[in-house]
């Protein structure tokens, strides 16, 4: 008896002290799609060609100053494809993240960053677009200007060279 009473005072003294640790269960659905086919995607220029500007044109920060273009067209997407999201990746500019950063190597411009659009609407470093298809295609003109992030004062005449990386994704 002495045993039992024992062990049912060490049960109860357990579940006093014992904590509830009771989590939730959820089930997550993946679902995709594997295609034979994929949309054919292509750009129309792999070097963009920025014309050659006085730094006096850059009378303050923040001066924009039209560079040049590129496309980006997208065709031939399969039956059911009726999105196409591009990224536009690239380093951000110290002085004005909202800006594409250029090379800073010895004979280089400094106080300048590449701004890009696609249409009105000014793509950040590492941003999106989402253009909807029409029958499988769509064409994604995007404009390349510099902008000035420094004073007058303070830019430097030089070569201006950024990377701009183009990806595309479909929905």
């Given at each position: 008896m002495k045993k039992l009473a024992i062990i049912t005072a060490l049960v109860a003294s357990n579940a006093l002290f014992a904590?509830?640790?009771?989590?939730?269960?959820?089930?997550?659905?993946?679902?995709?799609?594997?295609?034979d086919t994929t949309c054919a995607a292509s750009v129309d220029k792999t070097s963009v060609a920025m014309p050659s500007v006085n730094k006096n044109a850059f009378a303050t920060v923040g001066k924009e100053v039209i560079g040049d273009d590129f496309t980006?067209?997208?065709?031939?997407?399969?039956a059911g494809t009726t999105k196409a999201v591009i990224a536009i990746k690239g380093t951000p500019d110290s002085d004005n993240t909202a800006l594409?950063?250029?090379r800073h190597n010895a004979g280089d411009a400094d106080g300048f960053g590449i701004k890009v659009k696609a249409g009105n609407n000014v793509v950040?470093?590492?941003?999106?677009?989402?253009?909807?298809l029409a029958n499988?295609?769509?064409?994604?003109?995007y404009y390349v200007d510099y902008v000035s992030t420094k004073a007058l004062g303070n830019l430097k005449s030089g070569v201006i060279k950024s990377t701009l990386n183009v990806d595309v994704s479909y929905q």
């Open positions: 904590t509830s640790a009771f989590a939730e269960s959820f089930a997550v659905s993946v679902d995709g799609t594997v295609t980006v067209s997208i065709s031939a997407c399969p594409f950063t250029t950040s470093p590492n941003g999106t677009t989402e253009y909807t499988g295609a769509v064409t994604a003109p």
